[in-house]
Nanobody
């Protein structure tokens, strides 16, 4: 089992940047593919980005391509989401998630992940 704790959210003006971090407990961090999702008020939780266990493969939702970058640091058991050129529509609670090798479901779907963090609020003002 792994515990995930997100940090780095906050209030930023449109066009600005934030870097979210997700610290994972345990010594098996490299056993998990990691993902970021977000949920805006009144909307369903949606996929943002994912990174493979080794960090060699990433995938993004179309609405963040070219603006967001997901990365991971195995030495720190941490996955990051660098968010640039933020827009008001990026306002949401951002969640970190971990996916085991045996987990079914798609990498870009909620059911594809075993463990979730508590979320961190990102607010982008216009």
């Amino acid at each position: 089992q792994v515990q995930l704790v997100e940090s780095g959210g906050g209030l930023v003006q449109a066009g600005g940047s934030l870097r979210l971090s997700c610290a994972a407990s345990g010594r098996t961090f490299t056993s998990y593919a990691m993902g970021w999702f977000r949920q805006a008020p009144g909307k369903e939780r949606e996929f943002v980005a994912t990174i493979s266990r080794t960090g060699g493969s990433t995938s993004y939702a179309d609405f963040v391509k070219g603006r967001f970058t997901i990365s991971r640091d195995g030495a720190k058991n941490t996955v990051y989401l660098q968010m640039n050129v933020l827009k008001p529509e990026d306002t949401a609670v951002y969640y970190c998630a971990a996916r085991t090798l045996t987990r079914g479901g798609n990498y870009n779907a909620i059911e594809g992940y075993n463990y979730w963090g508590q979320g961190t609020q990102v607010t982008v003002s216009s």
